[in-house]
C-alpha cells in the first residue's frame, strides 16, 4: 500500500504514496495504449502490464532501464494478474498459470476452473506463503485454496452458499476474507486450515457489489467497498490464548449473555446475534462507480485511502482507537497534467477537523511502523520504515539489485 498504478487509455501511471498532500508520480508510460492491467511489485522496477488491443498478451517490464524483459500470449484474454516475490499469476476465465517470478519460466497450469468472468482471484504478498485462492465453483460460494510455493491444492472452503465475488489476504498469508454476490456478509478464515474466524454483516437490506477488500498491514482492519456511497471497516480482534482474561464490564457481561442466549434460539436469529458492525465507515460522495480502497500507514498515521474508476484518489484520516466516520483530508486527481489537480471539495474541509486533530494527539494509540510496514524503493532505509522479517528471507528476488530482471528471450 505505499504505491499506485493506474492504467489508462494512453497508457499507465505510477505513484508514490509517502505523503498526503503531494502525489509523487513515479513514471509514465505510453508506449501502449488502453492499459486495463498494470500491477508493479511492490516498489520495485518490475511492472506487468496487459492492454486492449491486445488483451492476450502479459508484457514484463522494468520501467526504470525501459527494457522489455518478456512477454506471455495466452488462449484467451488475461483477466487478472497477481505477483509476489516468488510467483506470477496470470488469470484466465477458465484456467490459470503460475510462473516463477525469478525467470518467468511457467510452473503450472491449473486447467478447466469454474467459469472466472471476473478474473476473481488472490496471491498472498509473502512470498514463502504463496497461497492462492480463487473460486471453486460457479454457483456455490466454494474457495480452491492453492499452495503456489509446492504447487499442490491446499483444501476448499465452503465460504458462502451464492458465488464468490471478493477475496483477499493478509499481509503473511495467515488469512483470507471473501465476499459472495450477495454482498451482505464477509468472513475471513483461517490459513491454510481454511476455518471460519470472524463474520461480519455489512449490510441487511440490500444487495451490493463488492469490489474491494483489504487487510491492513497489521490484520487488525478489514476494509470493504461496494457500489454504494459506503465503505465499512471492520477491526478484528485479537483472540489469542495467551492474551489475559479482560476486566468484567457491562459490554462484555451483555455479549456473554447474547452468547449464551443463542443457544436456544434458530440458527437464523442466532447467527444475525453475532454479527459485529462496522468499526468505521466512510460516506463517499459518488455511488455506482468501481472503487478500490486500501488502508496504509502515510507519515506515521493510518489511513484510508480510496481510489475511484473517475480517476480520483480520496485519503481520510483512520481513528484506530474509536473509529467512526472518517474525515476526508485531501482529493488527488490522478489524470491532470503536470502537478496533480485537486477538487473544490478541498476547499470545504475545515484546515484541521477535530477528529483528526485527536487522531494525531493521540500517537500512542496509533500502531506504528513496525506493524504497520510500508514498502519503498530503498528498503525502507531512508524514511525509517521497518520491513517484515520474511521480506528479508531467503528469497528469488533481491529488488536492490537493478540487474535482477534482465531481459529474458522468450
Not at 473517475?310 to 484520516?317: A, C
Amino acid at each position: 500500500c505505499s504505491s499506485l498504478a493506474i492504467g489508462t487509455t494512453t497508457g499507465y501511471r505510477l505513484f508514490s504514496l509517502s505523503s498526503v498532500e503531494q502525489l509523487d508520480q513515479v513514471h509514465e508510460s505510453n508506449e501502449i495504449p488502453d492499459v486495463y492491467i498494470v500491477e508493479r511489485l511492490f516498489s520495485s522496477s518490475l511492472v506487468v502490464v496487459v492492454s486492449h488491443a491486445k488483451p492476450q498478451q502479459m508484457n514484463v517490464y522494468h520501467f526504470k532501464k525501459g527494457t522489455e524483459i518478456c512477454n506471455y500470449s495466452y488462449s484467451s484474454n488475461i483477466l487478472s494478474i497477481r505477483l509476489n516475490r516468488q510467483r506470477l499469476v496470470v488469470c484466465l476465465e477458465e484456467s490459470i498459470y503460475i510462473h516463477n517470478i525469478k525467470d518467468m519460466k511457467l510452473l503450472k497450469t491449473i486447467l478447466d476452473t469454474p467459469p472466472n468472468t471476473t478474473g476473481l482471484c488472490a496471491l498472498s504478498i509473502n512470498h514463502a506463503n504463496s497461497y492462492l485462492a480463487y473460486p471453486g465453483s460457479a454457483t456455490s460460494g466454494e474457495i480452491a485454496l492453492y499452495d503456489g510455493n509446492t504447487l499442490k491444492t491446499a483444501c476448499a472452503i465452503p465460504a458462502h452458499d451464492g458465488p464468490l465475488a471478493a477475496l483477499a489476504f493478509n499481509s503473511t498469508g495467515s488469512k483470507l476474507a471473501s465476499a459472495s454476490e450477495k454482498g451482505t456478509v464477509i468472513r475471513v478464515f483461517s490459513i491454510p486450515g481454511g476455518q471460519k474466524l470472524y463474520e461480519f454483516r455489512r449490510g441487511m437490506k440490500r444487495y451490493v457489489n463488492i469490489s474491494s477488500l483489504v487487510f491492513s498491514m497489521d490484520s487488525q482492519f478489514l476494509c470493504a467497498s461496494s457500489n454504494t456511497e459506503t465503505v465499512h471497516i471492520f477491526k478484528l480482534e485479537h483472540l489469542t490464548d495467551s492474551r489475559p482474561e479482560e476486566p468484567p464490564s457491562w459490554s462484555g457481561y451483555m455479549g456473554k449473555m447474547f452468547q449464551a442466549a443463542t443457544n436456544y434460539l434458530p440458527a437464523q436469529v442466532s447467527g444475525m446475534m453475532s454479527q459485529d458492525r462496522a468499526f468505521a465507515t466512510v460516506r463517499l460522495n459518488i455511488s455506482g462507480q468501481r472503487n478500490i480502497c486500501a488502508l496504509s500507514t502515510i507519515q506515521k498515521l493510518p489511513r484510508l485511502l480510496v481510489t475511484t474508476s473517475d480517476g480520483h484518489l480520496y485519503i481520510y484520516n483512520l481513528d484506530p482507537q474509536d473509529g467512526g466516520e472518517c474525515v476526508l483530508i485531501k482529493n488527488h486527481s490522478l489524470l491532470g497534467s503536470g502537478k496533480m489537480e485537486e477538487n473544490k471539495e478541498n476547499d470545504l474541509q475545515p484546515p484541521v477537523p477535530q477528529s483528526y486533530a485527536a487522531t494525531v494527539a493521540r500517537q500512542s494509540t496509533v500502531p506504528s511502523t513496525s506493524t504497520m510496514p510500508g514498502y519503498s524503493e530503498d528498503g525502507g532505509a531512508l524514511r525509517g520504515e521497518v520491513i517484515p522479517e520474511h521480506e528479508f528471507a531467503t528469497g528469488p528476488v533481491c529488488l536492490d539489485d537493478e540487474n535482477e530482471f534482465p531481459p529474458v528471450s522468450i
